[in-house]
């Protein structure tokens, strides 16, 4: 599957901000999705996933209750509804996905095929 990212940007630290990722390519209801971050240095890290159908969702403890994952299958997209943004979200946002095989959604990052070019969230105090 190929994943566009976008929606991000340079705002100030308690505003809202929500990327989209936009898929092709394969069945995209079959995958589980992920948002994963990196900073200049810094390993990948998980931000938060969600189950092929929506139902189960993850989240790293640094973004529970201030970051929402939701999934469109009918428009083939994903989202990630960040609110309440600290400086220490600044990163750049990737998308990523894997062909589910289980109902089980993996944060490990090593485990997903698919990646879309990252988008850039900056988070200003």
């Known amino acids: 599957v190929q994943l566009q990212a976008s929606g991000g940007g340079l705002v100030q630290a308690g505003d809202s901000l929500r990327l989209s990722c936009a898929a092709s390519g394969r069945t995209f209801s079959f995958d589980h999705m992920g948002w994963f971050r990196q900073t200049p240095g810094k390993e990948r890290e998980f931000v938060a996933a969600i189950g092929w159908s929506g139902a189960s969702t993850y989240y790293a403890d640094s973004v529970k209750d201030r970051f929402t994952i939701s999934r469109d299958n009918a428009k083939n997209t994903a989202y990630l509804q960040m609110n309440s943004l600290k400086p220490e979200d600044t990163a750049v946002y990737y998308c990523?996905?894997?062909?589910?095989?289980?109902?089980?959604?993996?944060?490990?990052?090593?485990?997903?095929?698919?990646w879309g070019q990252g988008t850039l969230v900056t988070v200003s105090s």
């Open positions: 990523a996905a894997y062909r589910a095989r289980t109902s089980v959604v993996t944060t490990t990052d090593r485990a997903y095929d698919s």
